[in-house]
C-alpha cells in the first residue's frame, strides 16, 4: 500500500490508499531526433521525470497512456525504456506502458515489454495492493483512429466479472469523450456503446487517457475520465477551436490519488518558476501537532 508521506487526513476524507503518476504521449523518435524537426521531445521528457522524481517518493504506478513512439521505431522504445527504467525503479514502483495510435505494436511489444512482435493487442493487468490497473489497447494497425474490437471487450468484460478490493482504473489512449477540436472527432474511438456496455455496473471507478495533448476531463458509462495532456508538446487550446495547433509550453502530467471514496486528477505542470516557501514540512508538522479546532483559529481565522 502507497504511504503518502507527508499528506495529513486534516479534512474530512480518510487518505489515499495509491497514487499514481498519469504520463502520456511521450511521442519518442530513434537517435532523439526532434518531433517534426521543432520539438526536443526527449529533453521535454526528461524534464518531467525530473518532476515525477520530486512530486512524490514511492507511487503505486507510472501510467504512461501511448504514443510513446511518434514512428514506432525500434530505438525509440529503447530510448524510452532507458530513461524511464531507472526512475521507476528509484521510486520503487511498476510501469504501464499503454499503445497509443503513433505506436507499432510488435516493436512496442518487443522493445518494452520482452514480447514476441506481434500484432497482438498490448493489454495488461495489475494488482496494485488491491487497486486493479487494466491497460487497453486502442490503437488499430495502419490508422490513426482508436477502436476495441469484440475480443478485447469480451477479454475486458472476464476481467471485470470479479471485482477488486479498491476497484479498477482503465488505461488507453483515445478516450471515449468528445473533443471540442474537430480534428479530434476524426480519430475518436470507435465502439464506445459497446465499451459503455462492460463498463456499466462494474468495478471501474476511472479512465485514465491521453491522444489530445490538452488536459480534459469528462464522464463515460458513469465513470469519470481523466485525459492527461502530453510530455512531448501540447495544444495550445487558448485560441478557437477550429486554429488550435501544437506548441512548447504547458506539458503536464497527472496525479492521480485513489482515496476510499473518491479518486482525484491534479495536471501537474512541468514549469520551473520562482515559488514562495511559506508552506514546508515543518509548517505541516506544526499543524499535525495541533487539534483540529487549533488548527482552524491557527490557518482559518481571518485576521
Ligand atoms: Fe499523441
Ligand atoms: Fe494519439
Given amino acids: 500500500m502507497t504511504e503518502p508521506t507527508g499528506e495529513h487526513a486534516f479534512g474530512r476524507h480518510a487518505p489515499a490508499s495509491h497514487v499514481l503518476i498519469h504520463v502520456s504521449d511521450p511521442h519518442f523518435l530513434a537517435g532523439g531526433a526532434r518531433l517534426g524537426g521543432r520539438y526536443d521531445v526527449e529533453s521535454n521528457f526528461a524534464r518531467t521525470l525530473d518532476a515525477i522524481r520530486a512530486v512524490h517518493p514511492n507511487p503505486a504506478a507510472i501510467v504512461v497512456t501511448g504514443d510513446l513512439a511518434d514512428l514506432g521505431e525500434p530505438d525509440a522504445y529503447r530510448r524510452l525504456r532507458a530513461a524511464v527504467e531507472p526512475v521507476a525503479a528509484a521510486l520503487g514502483t511498476v510501469v504501464v506502458w499503454v499503445a497509443g495510435n503513433h505506436d507499432e ?28 490497473v487494466i491497460a487497453l489497447d486502442t490503437s488499430v494497425p495502419g490508422w490513426h483512429h482508436g477502436d476495441l474490437d469484440d475480443g478485447q471487450l469480451a477479454w475486458l468484460a472476464e476481467e471485470l466479472r470479479e471485482p477488486a478490493p479498491h476497484g479498477t482504473l482503465l488505461a488507453m489512449h ?44 469528462g464522464t463515460f458509462a458513469g465513470v469519470p475520465v481523466s485525459v492527461s495532456s502530453a510530455t512531448c508538446y501540447t495544444m495550445n487550446v487558448a485560441r478557437p477551436a477550429s486554429e488550435v495547433n501544437g506548441m512548447d509550453a ?54
Fill in 105 to 132: 505494436r510488435p516493436a512496442l511489444r518487443e522493445g518494452l515489454l520482452d514480447l514476441a512482435p506481434t500484432q497482438e493487442p498490448v493489454t495488461g493487468v495489475w494488482d496494485l495492493d488491491g487497486l486493479r
Fill in 250 to 303: 504547458a506539458q503536464a502530467f497527472g496525479l492521480v490519488h485513489v482515496h476510499p471514496d473518491t479518486i482525484t486528477h491534479t495536471v501537474v505542470p512541468v514549469t520551473d518558476a520562482p515559488t514562495g516557501d511559506y508552506f514546508s514540512p515543518q509548517w505541516v508538522e506544526k499543524m499535525a501537532r495541533l487539534s483540529p479546532e487549533e488548527r482552524l483559529e491557527a490557518f482559518s481565522r481571518k485576521r
Fill in 174 to 217: 483515445h478516450p471515449p469523450l468528445p473533443s471540442h477540436l474537430p480534428l479530434f472527432d476524426i480519430l475518436e474511438l470507435r465502439h464506445q456503446d459497446e465499451l459503455a456496455e462492460v463498463v456499466r455496473g462494474s468495478d471501474v471507478r476511472g479512465i485514465l487517457a491521453g491522444h489530445l495533448h490538452y488536459s480534459s476531463h
